[in-house]
């Protein structure tokens, strides 16, 4: 399935070419970060789109409340302040071939309003912040509020189109390996915020053939796409 809407704001770091562009670059609903629906993971101490965190039991009508507030549509113009809060938001998935999202500075609509994009093959987080104005998503499961406090399992093996990784929450830090590609190229990308903004990205590369890359303690995200599966070398 093709992709849709915007091109997806991207950079280039070092020599490196970052992910997939839209074709359509005319029409609003998906950007080009990221390219293809997600694979598989390994069992065990694999991580997938399944986000592995320590929950507590509702406290009651008041937390339960809270929680529902903290979630919202995958599709949709969200007012920030208004619809849903400025913080972190994680989404599982895609539900129809490709999840799209913005951030937009005002609701004009044009395309020099937008501050970030993304579209997304399998896990996704974004920050939205107090100064944006919209967040729109499109073709994405349900959003859910990231507790930064939650304490995750984090695995040493992810699947290779799995999409975005919290460091320390869904995959350990480490050197991992990827025997290759599934369809052309295989992207990765170390990231250190969720803002997805020109400066977000700490180093990427489009691969083809083997792939190996050091996660740091210090990163905060990795993303990968159209990659096979990871697993930690050391």
Same mark, same amino acid.
């Given at each position: 399935?093709?992709?849709?809407?915007?091109?997806?704001?991207? !950079?280039?770091?070092?020599?490196?070419?970052?992910?997939?562009?839209?074709? =359509? !670059?005319?029409?609003?609903?998906?950007? &080009?970060?990221?390219?293809?629906?997600?694979?598989? +993971? $390994?069992? +065990?101490?694999? !991580?997938?789109?399944?986000?592995?965190?320590?929950?507590?039991? #509702?406290?009651?009508?008041?937390?339960? !409340?809270?929680?529902?507030?903290?979630?919202? $549509?995958?599709?949709?113009?969200?007012?920030?302040?208004?619809?849903?809060?400025?913080?972190? %938001?994680?989404?599982?998935?895609?539900?129809?071939?490709?999840?799209?999202?913005?951030?937009?500075?005002?609701?004009?609509?044009?395309?020099?309003?937008?501050? *970030? =994009?993304? =579209?997304?093959?399998? $896990?996704?987080?974004?920050?939205?912040? *107090?100064? @944006?104005?919209?967040?729109?998503?499109? &073709?994405?499961? #349900?959003?859910?509020?990231?507790?930064?406090? *939650?304490?995750?399992?984090?695995?040493?093996?992810? $699947?290779?189109?799995?999409?975005?990784?919290?460091?320390?929450?869904?995959?350990?830090?480490?050197?991992?390996?990827?025997? /290759?590609?599934?369809?052309?190229?295989? %992207?990765?990308?170390?990231?250190?915020?969720?803002?997805?903004?020109?400066?977000?990205?700490?180093?990427? #590369?489009?691969?083809?053939?083997?792939?190996?890359?050091?996660?740091?303690?210090? @990163?905060?995200?990795?993303?990968?796409? /159209?990659?096979?599966?990871?697993?930690?070398?050391?």
């Amino acid at each position: 399935m093709g992709m849709k809407g915007r091109l997806t704001l991207s !950079a280039v770091v070092g020599v490196v070419v970052i992910g997939v562009v839209s074709a =359509n !670059a005319n029409t609003r609903g998906g950007g &080009g970060g990221s390219g293809r629906g997600s694979g598989s +993971g $390994a069992k +065990g101490s694999s !991580a997938s789109a399944e986000h592995r965190t320590a929950t507590k039991k #509702d406290s009651g009508p008041t937390e339960a !409340a809270a929680k529902k507030k903290a979630a919202f $549509a995958g599709d949709g113009d969200f007012r920030v302040g208004t619809d849903i809060r400025p913080g972190t %938001y994680r989404t599982s998935g895609n539900t129809d071939g490709m999840c799209y999202w913005e951030r937009t500075k005002d609701t004009s609509g044009d395309t020099d309003s937008l501050l *970030a =994009n993304d =579209n997304v093959s399998g $896990a996704g987080y974004v920050t939205v912040k *107090a100064t @944006d104005k919209i967040f729109q998503s499109s &073709g994405c499961k #349900d959003w859910e509020a990231v507790d930064a406090k *939650a304490q995750g399992s984090p695995a040493t093996k992810m $699947a290779g189109d799995g999409g975005m990784f919290k460091i320390g929450t869904d995959i350990t830090p480490g050197t991992y390996r990827s025997t /290759g590609n599934t369809d052309d190229l295989c %992207y990765w990308e170390r990231a250190k915020d969720a803002e997805h903004g020109l400066d977000s990205i700490l180093a990427n #590369d489009n691969v083809t053939g083997t792939a190996v890359v050091t996660i740091s303690t210090k @990163d905060a995200y990795f993303k990968t796409t /159209g990659c096979k599966n990871w697993t930690k070398t050391a």
